[in-house]
């Protein structure tokens, strides 16, 4: 004799709607678990992440360090003296890491002078090119480490706001001071991505 009455159907109501209910909730759980996994890995991954980049940067500075204090001891500094110096670099193939210059400061009424200066010491064909007005910061000796840029000197970096403030840091605290990111000075011309 099948059952049929209100009572059976409000019974399997009340059953469906508890299974339903206890699958909703164990969903809910499983997810929410998976949530907090996904996150866990993820600020796992980010801490690694952070720790290489440091491990990179402070690579870098200390190269950098290393090598001012290199050049430092030049006196004069010629070309030839730079590249004696800055060869041991391209053996440590530093990812990212186009060229190494050297930046040489002058005001304006300075500039015919600088440029007098830097090519007696080996900066051959040196034009400086003077970005504005006052104190500039030009490349007069550049190697190049990824053997596909071409070696540009003469250049003001004083064009990019990012390149002057670390020249500027650097100069204040007499360290190694890093750039904020910024678009290339030599590809500014190049059409944006």
């Given at each position: 004799?099948?059952?049929?009455?209100?009572?059976?159907?409000?019974?399997?109501?009340?059953?469906?709607?508890?299974?339903?209910?206890?699958?909703?909730?164990?969903?809910?759980?499983?997810?929410?678990?998976?949530?907090?996994?996904?996150?866990?890995?993820?600020?796992?991954?980010?801490?690694?992440?952070?720790?290489?980049?440091?491990?990179?940067?402070?690579?870098?500075?200390?190269?950098?360090?290393?090598?001012?204090?290199?050049?430092?001891?030049?006196?004069?500094?010629?070309?030839t003296k730079f590249e004696q110096a800055v060869a041991p670099i391209?053996?440590?193939?530093?990812?990212?890491?186009?060229?190494?210059?050297?930046?040489?400061?002058?005001?304006?009424?300075?500039?015919?002078?600088?440029?007098a200066l830097w090519r007696d010491?080996?900066?051959?064909?040196?034009?400086?090119?003077?970005?504005?007005?006052?104190?500039?910061?030009?490349?007069?000796?550049?190697?190049?480490?990824?053997?596909?840029?071409?070696?540009?000197?003469?250049?003001?970096?004083?064009?990019?706001?990012?390149?002057?403030?670390?020249?500027?840091?650097?100069?204040?605290?007499?360290?190694?001071?890093?750039?904020?990111?910024?678009?290339?000075?030599?590809?500014?011309?190049?059409?944006?991505?």
């Open positions: 004799m099948p059952l049929r009455g209100s009572g059976f159907v409000a019974a399997v109501t009340a059953l469906v709607a508890a299974v339903g209910l206890g699958v909703s909730a164990a969903a809910t759980a499983v997810a929410g678990r998976q949530a907090a996994d996904a996150r866990q890995q993820f600020a796992e991954r980010s801490a690694l992440a952070a720790a290489a980049t440091a491990g990179v940067a402070g690579r870098y500075t200390d190269t950098v360090a290393a090598l001012a204090a290199a050049l430092g001891a030049y006196e004069p500094l010629t070309r391209e053996r440590m193939e530093l990812a990212g890491a186009t060229n190494v210059v050297y930046v040489a400061t002058a005001s304006d009424a300075q500039i015919p002078a600088a440029q010491r080996g900066a051959e064909g040196l034009t400086l090119r003077a970005s504005g007005a006052g104190e500039h910061h030009f490349v007069v000796f550049n190697h190049i480490l990824d053997g596909r840029s071409e070696p540009r000197i003469g250049i003001d970096t004083r064009q990019s706001a990012e390149v002057t403030a670390a020249v500027l840091r650097s100069r204040a605290t007499g360290s190694v001071s890093a750039s904020d990111p910024y678009h290339f000075i030599i590809d500014q011309q190049l059409p944006h991505a």
